[in-house]
Structure formats: C-alpha cells, structure tokens
C-alpha cells in the first residue's frame, strides 16, 4: 500500500481537531479515507461488508455509495442514533456475538472499536467467523499510550486515567464519555500483533499506523516507539482458506 501523503494526514488532524463541533465532517472525511483504504485492495462494488461498532452509519454509507451491500452491526442505541441519524438496515447487535452465518462477509470492517471492547481477542475472532475464505478484514484502533489513547481526556492519560477524567470533570462541568475499564480499554501494539501472528486462520497484509504521513508500517515495527507515535493501528488481514 503506498505511504498516505502529508495533505491527507492533515485533513485528517483537523477533521478530529473538529470532532466535537463538526461531527458529519469529521466521520465523513473519515469514512471515505477508510473506504479507499479497503478499495485498495479490490473493488467494493458488488461486496457484501459488514460494519461493526459503525455508530450512525457513515461508513456503512460510504461503501454502499462506492456500489457494496453493507450492514451496519452496533451494539449502543444512542451511538446508532446519534446526532439523529437513523441509518437504513442498522442492527442492535453484540460484537461478540453477531446474527450471521459463517463466511457471510466478503469484507470485514471495524473502525475504533477494539479499544472499548473488554475482550479483543474474542471480538476478533467473531469478526474472523464472518468473514468468507479468502474475505478481507479490515481492524483499526486507538491505542492506549497514543496523545489520543485517553480519547476525549487525551493527552492528560498519561498521569492516571482518574486524574485526567477529574480534570475533565473540572474544564467542563460534565464527566467524560469513557471510563477507562468500563467503556475504553487500554489495548497495546505489541501484544495485539502478537495475537494476531499467533493466529492460523489470518494472514497479516499490512500493519500501519493509519494516519502517519510517512513510514506508517516502520513505526509499528518498533517496540516502545510505536506504542506512542503510531497513534491508530490498522490490521488489514485476508481470512485463510479453511
């Protein structure tokens, strides 16, 4: 996969700078960024995709404008529904457990999801049993000891989860969105990789940071280095012939 450029790392940056105020362009940027991404490696047009833990839609969206069956899986009512979005065909669904037969995707799609899971393995192994022989799988996620890990505390998560949610409490008069062992979870580069090799029904394509402008898959190669400057890992696995 060729490096992203700088031009596009920086939309990026200030599409999340934006997040809070600027929602629909914020995700939507991101969604079509995800999409080319995944059309890299084939056409979507004619696929059937599943998005896991896809919020309101905008990723189910985006593909099924570049010509895929996609179907949205979210486990959280208010995610699916939020800023009043209702998207067409989106399903209360448990990661763990999703309502579809073995094989049923030709591509498998989680954005930001696996660290607000409590078992990751698990959750990949669910997104593993869906994909076809030969299907892709598409994995990304914040991890914990990136500037954004603490998401919305970030980057006051590197003195405590505690201190940076109470300072949090105290900037904004509210608590923060995420609790760290509730709904955010500290998942780690090195150990995620690990899993991920140990597997026999995977193989690794690429494995990148998502967003840096150059070198993304050198800096996930380097212990202790790409826990931090990673910021968002992005597995792109194929699914192994049974």
């Known amino acids: 996969m060729r490096d992203p450029s700088f031009r596009r790392s920086a939309a990026l940056f200030r599409a999340f700078m934006r997040e809070q105020t600027e929602p629909e362009k914020c995700y939507a940027l991101l969604a079509r960024d995800a999409a080319q991404q995944v059309e890299r490696y084939g056409p ?46 989106g ?14 995707a030709d591509v498998c799609f989680s954005s930001n999801v696996l660290e ?30 990136s500037p954004w890990g603490g998401h919305e505390t970030a980057p006051w998560h590197y003195l405590g989860a505690d201190r940076a949610r109470a300072r949090y409490r105290r900037r904004t008069g509210h ?15 090195g150990p995620t ?13 690429s494995a990148r940071s998502r967003y840096w402008p150059f070198l993304p898959g050198v800096i996930t190669r380097v212990p202790v280095l790409r826990e931090i400057a990673t910021w968002n ?8 012939p049974r």
């Not at 399903?91 to 049923?104: F, I, K, N």
């Not at 890992?233 to 192994?240: K, M």
């Open 44 to 89: 979507l047009k004619g696929q059937t995709v599943v998005d896991i833990g896809g919020g309101s839609g905008h990723f189910t969206e985006e593909f099924r404008r570049r010509g895929a069956h996609s179907f949205l899986f979210e486990p959280d009512p208010a995610e699916l529904l939020a800023g009043g979005r209702a998207p067409e065909g």
């Open 91 to 104: 399903v209360l669904a448990d990661g763990y457990l999703l309502p579809l037969a073995d094989g049923a």
């Open 116 to 145: 607000h899971v409590a078992d990751p393995q698990t959750f990949l192994s669910e997104m593993v049993r869906v994909t076809r022989p030969g299907g892709l799988i598409y994995l990304s996620f914040t991890n914990w000891y």
């Open 175 to 189: 608590d923060a969105k995420h609790t760290l062992g509730e709904n955010l979870f500290a998942v780690h580069i």
């Open 193 to 205: 990789l690990r899993q991920v090799r140990a597997r026999d029904d995977v193989r690794i394509l």
């Open 233 to 240: 890992l992005l597995l792109i696995l194929r699914r192994c």
